[in-house]
């Protein structure tokens, strides 16, 4: 009988799980939009429903284990959700041991980007790398890293919050409540700011010039379309990243940077200016990290919590996770 994980991507506007075989590959899948308002009790029961579909149609499948990425912060060491902004009810939740009551299979815990990273590690476009750091550039900025062969986890498995490393002092608010953060400058609603202010300040632009919304497709849609501004904008957010990516390059020495999330979809519009600015600016035994794009795209999490599941049974294995 195959053996499969069951692997739970948890989000603000989707819950999505999956049937994942020990190669990484998905079997099965679902998804539906998450009652985000509805509190804990019932999103629970959509991760269940979900779980519970997929393994009705697969019923010749072992399962070794459930693991769950959520948003965080999350405690991981005590399996609790300490204040998860976008999930009603969500503050000082035991998300762990609830989960753990409503299936029969071990579960894991694993915050999103840390998940993520471990799926591109595993499976995706680090495999083979001792180290690497996975970078989520969509409505945040998150992380997770892989140094000499192991997930850095850090008090409470909290590590690589790389969205809120400071980049300018006393700047833009960011959404944690600090000033300056990378994530206030580098996401995709601080690019798509920037483009609202600057369009209004421009007469000879195409953004928003059909009374659409100005985000960060219709800004890129913009530059293709050779709109001098939207380029210029999409220029500054690859420099933006750059200089973020540079510092994480400084800090873990890694073999790669990973980059996924929403704006990874423009990847190779970004990745010169991004390269570019880790050329001229990385000290001279950096300067030779390459930005690679995520292999599992929107699925990373979903593979990387279904590692989770398997390795947690495998006792040489589960301290190099």
Same mark, same amino acid.
């Given at each position: 009988?195959?053996?499969?994980?069951?692997?739970?991507?948890?989000?603000?506007?989707?819950?999505?799980?999956?049937?994942?075989?020990?190669?990484?590959?998905?079997?099965?899948?679902?998804?539906?939009?998450?009652? *985000?308002?509805?509190?804990?009790?019932? +999103?629970?029961?959509?991760?269940?429903?979900? !779980?519970?579909?997929?393994?009705?149609?697969?019923?010749?499948? #072992?399962?070794?284990?459930?693991?769950?990425?959520?948003?965080?912060?999350?405690?991981?060491?005590?399996?609790?959700?300490? @204040?998860?902004?976008?999930?009603?009810?969500?503050?000082?939740?035991?998300?762990?041991?609830?989960?753990?009551?409503?299936?029969?299979?071990?579960?894991?815990?694993?915050?999103?980007?840390?998940?993520?990273?471990?799926?591109?590690?595993?499976?995706?476009?680090?495999?083979? +790398?001792?180290?690497?750091?996975?970078?989520?550039?969509?409505?945040?900025?998150?992380?997770? +890293?892989? $140094?000499?062969?192991?997930?850095?986890?850090?008090?409470?498995?909290? !590590?690589? &919050?790389?969205? &809120?490393?400071? +980049?300018?002092?006393?700047?833009?608010?960011?959404?944690?409540?600090?000033?300056?953060?990378?994530?206030?400058?580098? #996401?995709?609603?601080?690019?798509?700011?920037? $483009?609202?202010?600057?369009?209004?300040?421009? #007469?000879?632009?195409?953004?928003? #010039? @059909?009374?659409? $919304?100005? @985000?960060?497709?219709?800004?890129?849609?913009?530059?293709?379309?050779?709109?001098?501004?939207?380029?210029?904008?999409?220029?500054?957010?690859?420099?933006?990243?750059?200089?973020?990516?540079?510092?994480?390059? &400084?800090?873990?020495?890694?073999?790669?940077?990973?980059?996924?999330?929403?704006?990874? &979809?423009?990847?190779?519009?970004?990745?010169?200016?991004?390269?570019?600015?880790?050329?001229?600016? !990385?000290?001279?035994?950096?300067?030779?990290?390459?930005?690679?794009?995520? *292999?599992?795209?929107?699925?990373?999490?979903?593979?990387?919590?279904?590692?989770?599941?398997?390795?947690?049974?495998?006792?040489?294995?589960?301290?190099?996770?």
């Amino acid at each position: 009988m195959q053996q499969v994980a069951i692997g739970i991507d948890l989000g603000g506007t989707q819950v999505r799980a999956a049937l994942v075989d020990e190669q990484g590959r998905i079997l099965a899948r679902a998804a539906e939009p998450t009652d *985000a308002l509805a509190g804990p009790d019932r +999103v629970l029961a959509q991760i269940c429903g979900l !779980a519970d579909g997929l393994l009705a149609a697969s019923n010749s499948a #072992s399962v070794v284990g459930v693991g769950v990425s959520a948003p965080g912060p999350l405690d991981t060491v005590a399996g609790v959700a300490t @204040d998860i902004p976008t999930l009603s009810g969500f503050v000082d939740f035991p998300l762990k041991a609830e989960l753990q009551k409503r299936f029969p299979f071990p579960v894991d815990l694993e915050n999103d980007a840390i998940a993520a990273a471990i799926g591109e590690w595993q499976f995706g476009v680090g495999k083979g +790398v001792d180290n690497l750091v996975y970078v989520t550039v969509s409505t945040g900025i998150g992380g997770g +890293v892989v $140094a000499d062969g192991r997930v850095v986890r850090g008090r409470k498995g909290m !590590a690589a &919050h790389v969205g &809120h490393m400071s +980049v300018v002092p006393n700047g833009e608010l960011c959404p944690c409540g600090n000033r300056g953060c990378f994530e206030a400058y580098g #996401s995709g609603p601080a690019f798509a700011r920037r $483009a609202r202010i600057r369009a209004m300040e421009s #007469s000879g632009t195409t953004i928003g #010039s @059909d009374g659409g $919304a100005i @985000d960060s497709r219709s800004i890129f849609a913009a530059a293709r379309n050779g709109d001098r501004l939207a380029n210029q904008l999409v220029d500054e957010e690859a420099e933006i990243l750059g200089r973020g990516f540079t510092s994480l390059i &400084h800090i873990f020495s890694p073999d790669i940077i990973v980059m996924g999330g929403g704006l990874s &979809h423009e990847f190779d519009r970004l990745q010169p200016g991004i390269q570019g600015y880790i050329t001229q600016w !990385a000290m001279p035994a950096f300067k030779d990290v390459r930005v690679m794009l995520a *292999a599992l795209d929107q699925n990373s999490g979903l593979v990387g919590a279904a590692a989770l599941a398997f390795l947690t049974g495998k006792v040489p294995s589960i301290d190099q996770l």
